[in-house]
């Protein structure tokens, strides 16, 4: 069967095609100017001291938490409903990835569930902005009870959210970005750190660089453009002109792109919310750019669901199989209970900034179809 609705996709537009022709007709394709450029306009956008654009947000989680300094025998709490990247991440740097449970309503992380898994060698705390709604931030401070533990974002869904505190990213001691082909601009691939800490942003921008103390493109303009000092310990993990080029087409359509989708939100909620059996998470919408759509399928119909949404040509998707269920994460007697029942039940539909309106009533039309036949 053929996907002619997948349940992501860039929009890519005639900007973004001749930026990326520029930079290949100047030959410079690696980190240079255009990624200094891109990290001024992005924090710009969300009002950040720093942005340290990277290869991706994987590699931004991992190199912001070795940066604060979380360690072999550190404990690093993270919802069990986010993408592998988040505890992979943690086990990079040695640490434990401590799984917690998210809330029912709208999958982000329960302030409440964190408390309690709070030891003494808890080191840091991921918020997962999942869906592009953004955590309590408040509430996960609480949870904290004063003690003194770094608490990350993981915002690689949320880029353009924004709440009262400020936009997703600034909002805690360090916040990780996603560019890459599905998220809310992209760049091709890419990621971003966000940091009001001047010393953390200068560490990081040794570290993204293989340690060394000032990048390629600025030497040039030195009288020993050939002479640099390595004062870090870390990887190549930069992103390149080409990718900043994408991503600097993609900027000024931010706002474009977050209000589509949120006439997408408002017409499926209208759509789903008087559904048997189709269950809406809360779409709180207010100042939120909305990544993915999800809905619950109970029952032990969501694989049913999926199965008769694609043979209708709609692809869907299951955000996420929780990471304590997987093999490399398993521990024991671990048991999360609303995270594992969600599992059973989510389902992610189309959703992009340039799905059109038949797009959009052909999803529609089928989920009621499913709805309906699924109750009779």
Known sequence: MKIRIPVYRPTIEEEELRA???????????????????????????GARHVIAVSNCTAALWMTLQALGVKAGDEVIVPSMTYVSTPQAVLAVGAKPVFCEVREQDLLMDPEDVARR????????IAVHYGGRICDMSALRRALGGKKIWILEDAAHAFGSRCTEGYAGTLADAGCLSFDPIKNITCGEGGAIVTGDDALAARLRRMRNVGVDTDTWRRLSTERPWYYEVSETGLRNVMADM????????????????????EIVRQYDEAFRELLGIQTLDHEIEGVFPHNYVVRAGGGRRDRMIRELAQRGIGTGVHFIPCHMQPLFAAPGVRLPVTERLYEEIVSLPLASDLTQEEAAEVIAAVREFANGGNR
């Open 243 to 262: 990718n900043a080029s994408i991503g600097l087409a993609q900027l000024p359509k931010l706002e474009r792109f977050r209000q589509r989708r949120l």
């Open 118 to 125: 709070i030891t003494f060698k808890t080191a840091a705390v």
């Open 20 to 46: 990326a022709r520029s930079v290949l007709e100047s030959r410079w394709l690696g980190m240079g100017a255009l990624v200094e450029e891109f990290e001024k306009q992005t924090a710009a956008v969300i």
